[in-house]
């Protein structure tokens, strides 16, 4: 999310001056072209640092000249799966209560915490933003100790967004694992079946409407608002697979109830069986066109195996004036550019 708000806030022209604090070099980041031109920027400023530690979150907010900064969006946070309370603990809750208080301490006109729709309970019926609260993955869980935290803090000028599955260049974790489990697929000549079923959502937002969002809630959102981000395509899993289908000419199915809640038993054994099959496939095929250093993985965590939609109510926030550029949900040309921007950088195999 990040380098795609770098970009929008350079291509805005709104703004003066724009610091992003991260522990990864932007050289080491997997910058595909127009990320990396936003970056060189006259007016983003890149520091290095450690967001866990409160003196260096000082450091980071500090101006040479004095001036203080308007605006801070926490996009900063753990994001992979199936890691352990301590590190969520640390790198997701502690590191938000750390950032905000500083905000707080410098008078930043409005905080951003881009939080996750995850922290809603997994029914098929789309949460609205008073919705039951639920998290399903660890993650989420500490997604929201963080939201209760930062309102706890007197004082602090606080937004909370809460994307669902975010969708678009540079996406890793979102919908890129069925991609990248499709193209193995492909090159095993095999049917790709998903757990559950056809109607399972996993609803999404482009993370062009995302950044337009963030900018929205940082000059206009009055303090203490939560919003959701969905589009209206009530995304779920036949809908995906359809593009997936398209793009890379592949048969595609469900295991359905029966069979899934027999695996339901035992998912950590079918979780490992699955990234057995997928890993060394998808190693192979990344040989076999000569790349060697990718951050692509087809590899899926138990926690996102469980029967859980993510069906979220994204409509609250078009009240405000906000209009998604992209209601309808991903297209194939979606999943095409997200597939050419790995693609440019050799980091996904050329086929499609």
């Given at each position: 999310?990040?380098?795609n708000l770098v970009k929008y806030l350079v291509d805005s022209g709104q703004v003066g001056y724009v610091r992003v604090i991260d522990k990864v070099l932007p050289a080491t980041a997997f910058l595909g072209t127009p990320h990396a031109e936003a970056f060189s920027n006259p007016i983003v400023e890149y520091r290095q640092g450690n967001l866990t530690s409160a003196a260096s979150i000082n450091k980071c907010f500090t101006i040479d000249d004095g ?286």
């Amino acid at each position: 999310m990040g380098r795609n708000l770098v970009k929008y806030l350079v291509d805005s022209g709104q703004v003066g001056y724009v610091r992003v604090i991260d522990k990864v070099l932007p050289a080491t980041a997997f910058l595909g072209t127009p990320h990396a031109e936003a970056f060189s920027n006259p007016i983003v400023e890149y520091r290095q640092g450690n967001l866990t530690s409160a003196a260096s979150i000082n450091k980071c907010f500090t101006i040479d000249d004095g001036s203080k900064f308007d605006y801070v969006v926490n996009l900063a946070a753990e994001t992979r799966y199936g890691q352990t309370e301590e590190v969520y603990a640390e790198k997701v809750l502690d590191l938000s209560v750390k950032c905000a208080t500083e905000a707080l301490k410098q008078g930043v006109k409005k905080f951003i915490e881009v939080s996750h729709a995850q922290v809603y309970a997994a029914d098929k019926k789309a949460s609205s933003e008073d919705g039951k609260l639920s998290p399903w993955t660890n993650l989420a869980k500490y997604k929201l100790k963080a939201e209760e935290a930062l309102k706890e803090m007197k004082g602090l000028p606080l937004v909370i967004l809460r994307p669902a599955i975010v969708y678009g260049l540079g996406d890793i974790s979102g919908l890129s694992p069925r991609i990248i489990t499709a193209a193995v697929y492909k090159h095993l000549d095999d049917k790709m079946k998903f757990l559950w079923s056809d109607d399972l959502r996993i609803n999404t937002v482009h993370i062009d409407d995302v950044c337009k969002a963030i900018w929205l809630a940082c000059t206009t959102f009055p303090p203490g608002t939560v919003y959701n981000l969905a589009d209206d395509a009530d995304t779920n899993q036949a809908k995906v697979n359809k593009l997936l289908e398209e793009i890379f000419a592949i048969k595609t199915g469900f295991l359905g109830s029966v069979v899934s809640n027999l695996a339901k038993l035992n998912l950590k054994s079918v979780a490992e069986e699955a990234n057995d099959k997928h890993l060394k496939p998808w190693s192979d095929l990344c040989k076999q066109y000569n790349i060697t250093n990718t951050p692509l993985t087809p590899y899926i965590d138990q926690e996102l195996l469980y029967n859980n939609s993510l069906s979220v109510d994204g409509s609250a926030i078009t009240k405000t004036g906000f209009k998604y550029d992209h209601p309808n949900g991903p297209t194939v040309d979606d999943f095409k550019q997200m597939i050419a921007y790995f693609v440019k950088q050799n980091l996904f195999p050329p086929v499609v």
